[in-house]
């Protein structure tokens, strides 16, 4: 027995990559937390309040799969990753799922071996300038020195663009948001690119947002989600559609205030069968009947988060745009629930 | 009678493996070696179990592949559509270049601020051992970080240096600019260069074709391009100061005959200086200046302030150690040594560079050798302040964009290993050579 735990022990220290695999809901609910990996901070998205408590749009993703999980949107261990070590985090298993501004792409998908389950944001690359600098589109940027992100797909749409245009510039990488806006701020570089809705929240945060423009340009597509493994489809569906329950939420007029009135049965069969009242699916996912009621009671439905954390209301100002149900013109469109 | 007294033969048993003190040192270290190798081979065949379950078995073919991404400071051709394999060889060259700089200006600065730890002047040695204390109890990214925001807040953007009374200006007969985004200085230009020379270079490959009617070949062909008038001058100068040489040999042989030593510093100086300039001219040598056009700074040569503050703060960490080792370089060297050399007249400066320093070395050199390697492994913090250095390319973006940890990680681990030996090989050469030859 001694032995057993030793060779564990140090099977634990050599190499988790790779042991942790199968069967994340039994760790998760053994566990009694979930582990979801957030950025360092970023406003509107995911950043600590004065209370130290994580809130924002990517950290509601986790609360309302802690909560479809476990019953409790608080039962979260967030994990602050950097452009750089997220994806080393999610596939070595330190989280088990990630909701930190991530693009969809074919790599990521593909050969870095994850699961896109979903986007909770349709965004897409921008510039920042200061006014004063007297520019008004991307194109005008030859020459410039432009701060980004390391190890973001940002990195590789700058260098398309401005390889494109046969235009010239210097990139500044930076880790972080914060050294970012340090460098952009004390006119270290000339324009600061991220995803446009990074760029909204960057924006609000300084002190004089007005003297700031996002140049019209948007030079490619962001779309942004929550993601897990490769190699327990189990898990990958619990986030799915627990993304899915609460765009689908909206679009039926689920909220947070109506939920528990809705779930004590209604005349709409789609509804009955998300909130559980009727059929089985949550059974199907492992999970109890009431796992979407839960997922949709944790912050309420995609709307309310959007408007709660970057919507128009909000200092980041965000407008629905593509992220309007599909009901609305957007692109928000939940397979039914059957 | 005669008593052969042969020592009775003991045949060998297995147990004398344990209980013969003959042999149980070394049954217990085979088994020690055994057992470690079991581990290791466990560990690694582990390692390479789970990456083939998760379908990421280990594969170096993503260094062919185009890399995608800008670096900024390059000092071989490179551009986005390189491969991860010249990105990462773009790394490591300004992680050398980095090592390079940092290890000769701690070397300076360290000497400089040891030897005046010891002066008699009160206020020198206390204000050297406050800057001693500070800069070794700090950590170094603190320095690293702390001197990027200085450079970045203190010195005024490109943007201030517009206009005719603009808020800032450029010093040293306007041709140096220090701005918040690095220093632009001018670079050396000829107008009648004689081209760069491919290294490495592949002849068939289309980068090297020689372009339509005569001309240099592309930027991008071979691994990186030496300049020939560089090569030019540097020989020069290396025949200029082997004469310089052979003429102080020639006053030592005369000096030993007649014990008159024949003026030759200005023979000395010219053989080194005339050749020299005489070069420079033929190539057209000037001074190309740095100018504001558009965003930026054009022309001249551009010292990002990640470099500077990358330098500056190695630099000045390191020092803070090496002046310790140079002061207790000396502190070794007895006072009877300083004593006698006094009592042939030589003055205190000649004391210290002839008498004192050549003799503290042996004992400096071996601890220094560990200076130069912590600098070097020390400026992969670099990422820090975006300063592109092997592990910002290879261990930082190829490894995000390919998703390859272990390659990219065992990848950074050998060539940091191969540095660090190099410079260790280097060094020890060199205190052979300065040891104490015993006779």
Redesign the interface.
Known sequence: MKQTVLVGA??LA??S???A?AATLDDVKARGKLNCGVTTGLTGFANPNANGEWEGFDVAVCRAVAAAILGDPTAIEFVPTT??TR??AL?SGEIDMLARNTTWTF??DV???FEFVGVNYYDGQGFMVPK??GVSSAKE?????VCIQ??TTT??N???F??ANNME???????TDN?AQ??YL?????AYTTDASGLAAVRATFEAPGDHILLPEIISKEPLGPLVR??DNEWGDIVRWTLNALIAAEEYGITSANVDELAQGTESPEINRILGTEGSLGEMLGLNADWAKNAIKAGGNYGELFEKNIGEATPIGLARGLNAQWTNGGLLYAPPFR | MSITTAPPKESFRLGMLVYDTRYRSITIQIVALIGFLILAGWLVNNTLHNLAVLGKPIDFSFLKDSAGYDINQRLIDYNSQSSHWRATVVGLINTLLVAFLGCITATIIGIIVGVLRLSNNWLVARLMTVYVETFRNVPVLLWIVFTMAILIETLPAPRDFRGDDSEASMVLFDSVALTNRGFYVPEPMFSRGLGDLPILADRSSPACAVPEGGGPVSDSCGLFQVSLDLLLILAVLGAGFYVSSLIRKRADRIQNQTGDRPTTWYLRLGVVVIPTVAVLVLLGFHLGRPELKGFNFQGGIYLRNSLIALWLALSLYTAAFIAEIVRAGILAISKGQSEAAAALGLRSNRIMSLVILPQALRVIIPPLISQYLNLTKNSSLAIAVGYMDLTGTLMGITLNQTGRELETVLMGMLVYLSISLCISAVMNLYNQRVKLVER
């Open positions: 140090l099977a050599g190499l990559a790779g042991v695999g452009g750089k994806f080393t596939a790599t990521r050969d870095l071996k004063e600098l940027l030859d020459g410039a020195t390391t190890g990195e590789l700058l260098a398309d401005f390889r510039y210097e990139p500044v990488p930076v880790e050294e340090q460098q004390a006119g270290a570089c000339d490769h190699g």
